[in-house]
């Protein structure tokens, strides 16, 4: 059973950046797709960035278009999201999501698999 942590979350100004990782547990995990979402307080789920399992194919929400990074290391089991010029309303708890196979990658209902979220905070 793969399961999923993410971590790298924290507390950054405006402008800054971050890294976020979702680290995998189980060799299957290279044959997921992977998404990341995110969700602020009395909000819903938001999409924010997918990746095939391949890595040939992502998908960004429009939020993520231009400042966001999705990218995957798969000797190390670990998808990424690198975060540049944050905004206050990037400020969410951010969870990534495993998928098998490659379809609505922008739907949460699409995933199978759910890690338990980081906190990214931006402050103004």
């Known amino acids: 059973q793969v399961q999923l942590v993410e971590s790298g979350g924290g507390l950054v100004q405006a402008g800054g950046s971050l890294r976020l990782s979702c680290a995998a547990s189980?060799?299957?995990?290279?044959?997921?797709?992977v998404g990341w979402f995110r969700q602020a307080p009395g909000k819903e789920r938001e999409f924010v960035a997918a990746i095939s399992s391949s890595a040939s194919s992502v998908n960004y929400g429009d939020s993520a278009k231009g400042r966001f990074t999705i990218s995957r290391d798969k000797p190390e089991n670990t998808v990424y999201l690198q975060m540049n010029s944050l905004k206050p309303e990037d400020t969410g708890l951010y969870y990534c999501?495993?998928?098998?196979?490659?379809?609505?990658?922008?739907?949460?209902?699409?995933?199978?698999?759910w890690g338990k979220g980081t906190q990214v905070t931006v402050s103004s």
């Open positions: 189980g060799r299957a995990f290279r044959t997921y797709a």
């Open positions: 999501a495993a998928s098998f196979g490659w379809r609505r990658p922008w739907d949460d209902d699409a995933y199978d698999l």
